[in-house]
């Protein structure tokens, strides 16, 4: 609340602190209605801030400046000024005493137990100024211009702007920060934050945050932190990434009495976004916001969060208007415990809250490559070779000085291999791949980001299809740990490992590079080794560095290492340090060296795609965490999926750690539908199945793996303890040692030989689909009458027996019904050339045409066809043609499933051909009700033209009927007559032939003998029955009347009737 003093308060106050305080204060509650106007700040002389007494022991100097002094001749004392601001006039334990004016510093300047004093907030402006606080620091009654504030310790802020900064205005790595009644306004940083705290308890009170753009948290972006905010405004802020007014990362955040409107963030939580940590937001207004998912918050994996007595109100988002919520602890039912002023339908539009994140990563839409060369056909191998040199290799990148040399060494191969394969370059995002795989992600590992990483983490990303997206969609900037999950931009679906044995045992990794492109390796990096663009480390040492080997030099002489290696020859290889190091990024590592590529996996890429799958099934996202290691060289494990699409599966992969037979099996709803035998080397591997199965929505279908290998089998799987969050559960993997009994991969923990610990995991299996797509396949014989069928067939060429065909033919267009896979029509084409197209539609596999051009021509010899439609009667169309075109003579005679059609008088009737056409109108047979029947047409000849005949079959279905039963306006006594009365039409007029039954709650009524009652129609198509109600109790009953036709299809109505006593 705005507080008012009079003149003699104000008056105590300027002799106390030798300032006028000049505050913006604000007050928010949910029940507050602001317009536009009243939510921008507004700045008064009635508004005071209570404030802190001013340090006065010996120690503490008060210094004073008038930037309206026409000199600097003064030496900071109250009667005698300083001008200017400058670093060696701002001393540390000082009240530096700041008149109306501009102030600026020409550079950085560290304080110490510093308190700042300004004559008048909107009037005392401090500009470009840079500032490091050690100790303490206080500012009161100041505005900061385009300032920029790095915190070690304790800063207190009252009555004090900062507006305009196109940096952070607010950095703190450890301490506090107290604000009071403080504004924050136009902060622009782009590719930078706000207010970026860390291990730092942050309070904000009365205070305005307005207008202010960063890329994550639009005004505040917090780690490891606890924040305070009350009775304040949050406006118009906006994060180009991750939430519009604050980002919160394993901290305790709490909001009480405060308005957070108008902000967006580009991917998620336009208000707010939540990872790790405490959230508790009370008696709030979050009106407004915007985002792709989580128009107001996204909270994840929070521990607790109290959100009540909040007001949500027009937010927007392509997903989840409101809140949504991954895996975190929510104390309360947010759709009870607050108001929602637009609630949709489905309240899951509103407000999302899931246990498991999104499990389906990544669809069809992306690029496959496939390389034709063949890995074992080298058999000649040059002393060097270099993949610079044959423009195989993508720029050196610099991984600056976080620990994400995992990801560059991986992208650079997998650019490496697609440039081979395609010489198409591309520039993957580090980035993407190295937040999303550690700590502050839904699918990553529990590490903290931009810390160092296992190299089964990238490879994780590429074959749960979370990677590669390009760079310019993420661009890498030191120290961020926050990414979105974006569309791959292609699939990784084969990894060779090479398992180099010694220091000469290279002829792997060259064939690899020559076939492939470069190759990932780990190696251990020190700088003692180095020397210029040489590295050789030959005494025992951990791998700590992943690189990307592009080729090799075997005569790179032993001499030019630091240390003079054993033998002569060189990996040439692709580091992440930049340009200024080694030759241009690269270095020469010894083949000697005694970390490279030494008892770890060598990784390439194995571009060899073929078939586009849309969906991969998986609960192994992040990645291989361990093998699980037995001495049985025999090993089953499976996992078992629910199909959520008419699919089929196309293929299934796993990990091999190294040779291995291999028999896979597949189940669908426990039966067994496929099996598979082969032998593989180690590698991460995606094996199409010979027979492709047909998966239907809610089928329950099992991935089986039998595998052999030397002296021990080993499983591979994924692991909880490893990762951020549990993506599978009980039931869903499984391990047996004999294929007949099975263990839950879920509960079973063990040791294996003091090497192995295990937990709980599940094995890493995936499954690839594809959908179940449409194919139009046009058959058309292009002599009269041309005879043209459209087979509708899905890509395994199954027949497909829904939708209709509509044919373009010339100016023509006829549509017809899919029947038996497939829609058929004749006609008499015009001679000459002729484009004819069909088009597919179904509402399951949307449109799909084809068009062929034909040459029309007479046939040689008479030619007949026949159609057959159905209405009231069967109607039938034989089409005749010679080799002059249209037959004019001779007769035609049809049968009905081998059977003559006669007239009345058991006479052959016989249709004379007229200008090559024959037509019928025949009375529908009871028999051929609900039945498929065979047409032929006979043509007898003539002088001209020789007999013929052909055929065709049709569905004759039964005719439509309704019936509407008449509604019981009032209630009926037990004991007492009702009559039920009922009307049956054809869809249009009423009908005079079968018979009705009524039902009481299913059970039909009869006389008093026992026998069905009938109603027969009369003249108008109305039955009415009168019924006595005996032995039923007093409640509400449905009535069903039931037309019942040997001709006509049966129809039901309902009606409500209520008995009483």
Request: glycine residues 6%; aromatic residues 10%.
């Amino acid at each position: 609340m705005n507080k008012k003093v009079n003149i003699t308060l104000k008056i105590i106050m300027i002799f106390i602190f030798l300032s006028i305080i000049i505050p913006v204060s604000f007050a928010n509650s949910t029940e507050t209605s602001y317009s536009d106007d009243t939510l921008q700040s507004q700045i008064t002389d009635e508004n005071v801030r209570d404030l802190p007494t001013l340090r006065s022991s010996p120690e503490y100097k008060d210094i004073y400046f008038n930037a309206s002094l026409s000199h600097d001749n003064g030496n900071g004392s109250l009667s005698n000024p300083y001008k200017k601001l400058t670093t060696n006039r701002i001393e540390s334990n000082s009240n530096i005493h700041l008149s109306d004016g501009n102030y600026t510093l020409s550079s950085r300047k560290t304080i110490n137990n510093v308190t700042f004093i300004g004559q008048s907030r909107q009037n005392t402006i401090l500009s470009n100024i840079l500032l490091t606080n050690k100790e303490l620091m206080t500012t009161i009654n100041l505005t900061f211009n385009n300032c920029s504030i790095t915190n070690n310790n304790n800063i207190t802020m009252i009555n004090t702007s900062f507006v305009n900064s196109t940096s952070s205005t607010i950095s703190s790595s450890s301490g506090n920060i107290n604000m009071d009644n403080c504004v924050f306004i136009n902060t622009d940083t782009k590719d930078s934050f706000s207010i970026r705290i860390q291990n730092t308890n942050l309070t904000i009170n009365d205070s305005l945050l307005e207008n202010n753009t960063a890329y994550n948290g639009g005004c505040i972006y917090s780690l490891n932190s606890t924040i305070t905010i009350t009775d304040s405004l949050l406006l118009n802020n906006s994060a180009s990434r991750f939430g519009g007014a604050i980002t919160s990362l394993n901290t305790n955040l709490s909001i009480k009495n405060t308005t957070l409107k108008n902000n967006n963030a580009g991917y998620d939580g336009g208000a707010i976004y939540g990872f790790y940590g405490l959230l508790s937001l009370i008696n709030s207004t979050i009106e407004n916001n915007s985002a792709t998912e989580g128009g107001a918050l996204v909270i994840d994996n929070m521990t607790s969060t109290d959100i009540s007595q909040n007001i949500f109100q027009d937010n927007t988002a392509n997903r989840y208007t409101d809140i949504y919520s991954i895996t975190s602890n929510i104390t309360n039912s947010i759709l009870d415990s607050n108001t929602f002023r637009n609630l949709s339908i489905n309240p899951e539009d509103n407000v999302y809250i899931i246990s498991v994140p999104n499990m389906i990563i990544g669809n069809e839409n992306y690029t496959l490559f496939k390389l034709e060369s063949i890995y074992e056909n080298i058999s000649d191998l040059p002393s060097s070779y270099d993949l610079r040199e044959l423009n195989l290799v993508t720029p050196v990148k610099n991984q600056g000085g976080d620990g994400n040399c995992w990801a560059f060494a991986i992208l650079a191969t997998l650019e490496s291999n697609i440039l081979k394969a395609s010489n198409v370059t591309y520039d993957f995002s580090e980035e993407n791949m190295k937040n999303i795989m550690a700590l502050y992600s839904d699918y990553g590992w529990n590490i903290p980001t931009n810390t160092g990483g296992s190299d089964t983490m990238p490879l994780g990303y590429l074959t749960s299809w979370l990677g590669p997206v390009n760079d310019v969609d993420d661009k890498y900037m030191s120290g961020l740990v926050l990414s979105p999950v974006l569309n791959s931009i292609m699939h990784v679906q084969n990894i060779l490992f090479l398992d180099r044995k010694s220091y000469t045992d290279n002829d792997n990794i060259k064939k690899a590079l020559m076939t492939y492109g470069s190759v990932a390796v780990r190696i251990g990096w020190y700088n003692t080794f180095e020397k210029g663009s040489s590295y050789y480390c030959y005494n025992s040492k951990d791998q700590n560095h992943l690189v990307s080997i592009v080729g090799w030099d075997d005569n790179y002489s032993r001499n030019n290492f630091r240390n003079t290696a054993p033998g002569d020859g060189a990996w040439i290889i692709k580091n992440s340090w930049g340009t200024n190091v080694g030759e241009n990024g690269y270095y020469y590592v010894s083949y000697y060296d005694t970390t490279c590529a030494i008892n770890s996996f060598e990784y390439v890429f194995i571009l060899n795609d073929s078939i586009r799958y849309d969906k991969n099934y998986q609960y192994d996202i992040p990645g291989t965490t361990d093998y699980f290691l037995s001495r049985n060289e025999s090993a089953w494990y499976k996992n078992i999926f629910t199909a959520t699409d008419e699919e089929y599966l196309e293929a299934v992969s796993t990990y091999f750690r190294n040779n291995t037979s291999y028999e896979i099996s597949i189940y669908v709803n426990n039966k067994l539908e496929a099996i598979q035998e082969g032998i593989t080397n180690a590698g991460y591997y995606t094996i199409d199945l010979n027979r492709k199965i047909l998966l239907q929505p809610d089928d329950i279908f099992e991935v089986v793996f039998k595998i052999t290998q030397i002296n021990e089998s080993a499983v591979p799987i994924s692991e909880n303890i490893s990762l951020n969050k549990l993506l599978y559960k009980e039931n869903i993997s499984f391990v047996s040692y004999d294929g007949v009994n099975w263990t839950d991969f879920y509960n079973l923990r063990c040791d294996y030989e003091n090497s192995h610990s295990y937990y709980s995991q599940v094995a890493c299996i995936k499954a690839f689909t594809t959908k179940k797509i449409a194919k139009v396949k046009l058959e058309i014989e292009n002599d009269n009458p041309c005879n043209i069928v459209a087979k509708i067939v899905d890509q395994h060429d199954n027949p497909i027996n829904t939708g209709n065909v509509t044919f373009n033919i010339g100016d023509d267009i006829v549509r017809v019904d899919v029947c038996d896979s497939q829609a058929q029509l004749t006609r008499i084409l015009p001679i000459g050339d002729l484009t004819i197209t069909a088009t597919f539609y179904s509402d399951e596999y949307g449109i799909v045409t084809n068009s062929t051009e034909i040459t029309v021509c007479n046939p040689e010899t008479a030619k007949l066809y026949v159609e057959a439609t159905v209405s009231d009667k069967l109607n039938l169309t034989a089409t005749l043609y010679g080799s002059s075109g249209r037959v004019s003579n001779g007769k035609i005679a049809f049968k009905v499933n081998g059977k003559t059609l006669k007239d009345a008088n058991g006479k052959v009737i016989y249709v004379k051909v007229v200008d090559g056409t024959a037509s019928i109108l025949y009375d529908i047979d009871g028999t051929w009700l609900e039945n498929i029947i065979s047409v032929t047409a006979v043509y007898s000849g003539s002088s001209v033209n020789p007999s013929v005949r052909n055929n065709t079959t049709i569905y004759i279905p039964k005719k439509d009927s309704n019936i509407k039963l008449t509604p019981f306006e009032e209630s009926v006594k037990i004991g007492n007559n009702v009559t039920f009365k009922a009307t049956v039409t054809d869809g249009y007029a009423p009908m005079t032939t079968g018979k009705v039954i009524f039902k009481i709650n299913g059970k039909t009524i009869k006389d008093e003998n026992g026998k069905v009652i009938y109603a027969i129609l009369d003249s108008n198509g109305e039955v009415s029955v009168n019924y006595t109600i005996t032995g039923l109790k007093a409640k509400s009953y449905t009535i069903t009347a039931v037309f019942i036709s040997d001709e006509y299809k049966r129809a039901e109505d309902t009606a409500k009737l209520t008995l009483v006593n």
